[in-house]
């Protein structure tokens, strides 16, 4: 039998070529078959995409730390009586930096690069009807009310340029020099020759040409730290005089020669402003509803060595820088335009845009101490100063001179805020392509679904079924009558044995295999 199945292996193995080739040729075919059947059966549509309720958006206005809220023009007290022409005049003068940007770069705060558009319309409007003015505002504008996030109004103060003596020497009557900015004052992202460096953050003392010190304090500098090197621009009386200029951010001196020096603010030390008004306050000195710059100069002359002392305390120091101005002209704000006497406001420059427009309304001691004179005024932000901070904050600028001063030195009041948003940027408008939370559930289904604190409320173990299923019932008293509710058994459930763990089985360590060899003889 061995010969003849050798003899017919040859022909098994063709014919099972044979079957394996002939099912490589039906293969395409029933493939294809099975394709054409796929696409004969009727498709379904595809299930929707459930796209969330509530997706994240950024929000079309957000002011950090400030909440606001539309108003409407006749909303607002105060606002057909003011005078609109003034206000526009004022806002044309910061329209001038503003429309002529080309290409300004992309601004992080609310209002951003948005007043170009009315201020490309300002350029070339000139108006000298006050209701045309007022036409203007609100043909261009959205009023919204402003205020820090949980309250209802701002704060206002006051500022002004004072008028003070000085010389361009120093001798026994002028002695307390007005110094300009060091060479060896250093803040991060500038360089000296930036004009006006910022008025808030870290400012160092550069040794060498890598070693970074905090700089002098006010005590150091006013001891002679940079004393002797070509620094004094001119010099004063009194150091109240320097400290209330410092304060204001720029002075008018008047040179015993007979010229007027204005010099305006360039830098500081790097030290956060400490008022010295409130350390008066808190000393029992000056009574709160009494306290102003004009008491704060006259309790300095009167205590000349306690003032000494009481000035340390702000380890703040500005330096200035002289600027070319006649003495018609008026003080030139942050934005680097000529401020407005009752029309130009400082404004926390992290939160605004200079040119802004604000109507501020209150009641303040304008006509004197104790007075609530009516302010209703729309305002333009054309200045910053350190100690304004916040959505709802503005220094109202009054002008140069005693008189201004001691107006701009009662100032401490709360005041109610609307700012003047470009229509471009309504946030009533955007707002509305927010979408909104889902309506209300009914009492109804809310009492289906009641929603519990699990922290507050942790969930109860569930009661031990089959031993209460297992006790028996007590008996009734004797007497009583049966109950007439039908019994209600609770279903037992049997419990369901858990497997049995399997068997731990110890490795056991595989003999080792021994080969051998075996040598196949021919």
């Known amino acids: 039998m061995a010969p003849e199945a050798r003899a017919n292996s040859p022909g098994l193995a063709r014919l099972a070529f044979g079957v394996i080739a002939l099912a490589w040729l039906l293969a395409p075919a029933d493939v294809a078959a099975a394709r054409h059947a796929r696409s004969q059966k009727p498709s379904q549509p595809a299930p929707p995409v459930r796209h969330l309720p509530y997706p994240e958006l950024e929000l079309p206005f957000q002011i950090n730390g400030g909440q606001y809220a539309p108003v409407a023009w006749s909303q607002i007290a105060g606002w057909s009586e003011d005078d609109h022409l003034a206000a526009y005049k004022a806002f044309r003068v910061s329209c001038r930096p503003i429309a002529a940007q080309q290409k300004p770069p992309a601004d992080p705060k609310a209002l951003g690069t948005s007043l170009r558009d009315p201020c490309r319309v300002a350029k070339g409007l000139e108006l000298s009807d006050g209701v045309k003015a007022k036409a203007f505002f609100e043909e261009h504008f959205v009023p919204v009310r402003i205020s820090r996030l949980g309250e209802g109004e701002g704060f206002v103060t006051g500022y002004y340029e004072p008028i003070v003596d000085g ?136 205590n000349p060595n306690e003032a000494d002392e009481l000035r340390r305390q702000n380890k703040s120091y500005v330096f200035f820088r002289e600027v070319q101005l006649s003495d018609k002209d008026e003080a030139v704000g942050a934005q680097g335009v000529p401020l407005t006497p009752g029309r130009s406001i400082a404004v926390d420059k992290a939160l605004h845009v200079y040119g802004t427009p604000f109507f ?87 009492k289906l679904f009641p929603q519990t604190d699990p922290s507050k409320n942790p969930a109860k173990p569930p009661p031990d079924v089959t031993a209460a299923t297992s006790a028996k019932p007590a008996a009734p008293p004797p007497g009583a009558a049966p109950s007439q509710a039908p019994a209600v058994q609770a279903a037992v459930a049997t419990p369901v044995p858990l497997p049995e763990p399997r068997p731990k089985v110890e490795a056991v360590s595989p003999q080792p295999r021994h080969l051998r060899r075996y040598r196949h003889r021919r």
């Open 360 to 446: 501020i309304e209150g009641e303040l001691p304008i006509e004197s101490e104790l007075s609530k004179t009516p302010f209703r005024r729309l305002m333009i932000a054309q200045d910053t100063g350190s100690a304004i901070v916040g959505p709802a904050r503005a220094d109202l600028y009054f002008g140069a001179g005693f008189d201004a001063g001691k107006v701009a030195g009662r100032l401490r009041h709360n005041a109610r805020f609307v700012m003047l948003v470009p229509k471009g940027l309504d946030p009533g408008a955007l707002g509305r392509k927010m979408p909104v939370p889902d309506p209300r559930p009914s009492e109804q289904i809310a």
């Open 167 to 302: 010389s361009r020497t120093e001798n026994e009557v002028y002695k307390v020099p007005v110094y300009r900015r060091p060479s060896n004052l250093f803040v991060r992202g500038t360089t000296q020759g930036s004009v006006g460096l910022p008025n808030k953050g870290q400012v160092f003392r550069k040794i060498g040409r890598r070693k970074l010190v905090p700089y002098y304090n006010r005590a150091e500098i006013e001891d002679g730290a940079i004393a002797d090197r070509g620094l004094e621009i001119c010099f004063l009386k009194e150091q109240t005089d320097l400290l209330f200029s410092q304060i204001q951010g720029s002075a008018r001196v008047s040179l015993d020669d007979g010229s007027t020096l204005r010099i305006n603010y360039d830098a500081h030390n790097g030290y956060p402003y400490t008022a010295v008004g409130r350390i008066l306050i808190e000393r029992n000195i000056i009574p709160k509803d009494q306290m102003s710059m004009q008491k704060i100069r006259e309790w300095m002359e009167q």
